[in-house]
């Protein structure tokens, strides 16, 4: 009774150590395949949250370019132009325009470079292929508008081909944020911008009453 039961020429205890040898083995790897998921997901995270950022950084120069480019077609009217005084008002808005632009991009290089990279993060981030789309197409939209706006391209030879009201843009980044949320999988419920404008008038001021 003090002997091992032999199996051939394994005992049992050989054959339980290799079971439990095994298994752990099993656990170890199963272990190392969910770090690394973990950490793929974390990346990808972060990386979206990057967009995110980016995001919210375009819908605020958005607002400067677009009005600015729309300065940028009066002053390229050929009518208006042969008023001196029109045409020197106008001048004087578009610089101002200008200025409160840079303010808050910074620089011309600050915005193409958060251009280029939002474009790289989309490609290699968003799985969502519609989304993706989404966000390079928008990308270029602006890009091609920074482009004029900031006297890289005249407007004769503007590669713009169209150009969104504010409150539709804002429509649209708002839509796109929600996907973006979506896509790093944090949050099933998200509050729509209809909601959240009824919130906003119904229930946040009575926070403050």
């Not at 990386?47 to 919210?56: G, N, Q």
């Not at 169209?162 to 429509?171: A, T």
């Amino acid at each position: 009774m003090g002997e091992y039961i032999r199996v051939g020429e394994i005992t049992l205890f050989n054959i339980l150590t290799m079971t439990f040898s095994t298994i752990a083995i099993l656990i170890s790897l199963y272990s190392i395949y969910r770090n690394n998921r973990n950490q793929e997901r974390q990346l990808k995270i972060g990386k979206i949250e990057e967009v995110l950022e980016i995001h919210h950084y375009l819908h605020e120069a958005y607002l400067g370019l677009y009005h600015c480019y729309l300065t940028l077609e009066i002053l390229e009217d050929e009518i208006l132009r042969q008023d001196d005084e029109t045409y020197k008002y106008n001048t004087m808005v578009l610089a101002r325009q200008r200025e409160l632009l840079l303010g808050h991009i910074k620089s011309d290089d600050e915005l193409f470079r958060k251009l280029i990279r939002l474009d790289v993060l989309a490609s290699a981030y968003i799985v969502n292929d519609d989304l993706a789309r989404k966000v390079e197409a928008n990308g270029t939209m602006i890009m091609k508008t920074a482009a004029v706006v900031l006297g890289r391209v005249s407007l004769e030879n503007s590669a713009v081909d169209f150009l969104p009201n504010l409150e539709k843009f804002g429509d649209f980044m708002y839509r796109v944020e929600l996907e973006l949320v979506r896509e790093m999988g944090l949050k099933t419920k998200l509050l729509t911008r209809e909601k959240f404008k009824i919130y906003q008038a119904k229930k946040f001021k009575k926070e403050f009453e």
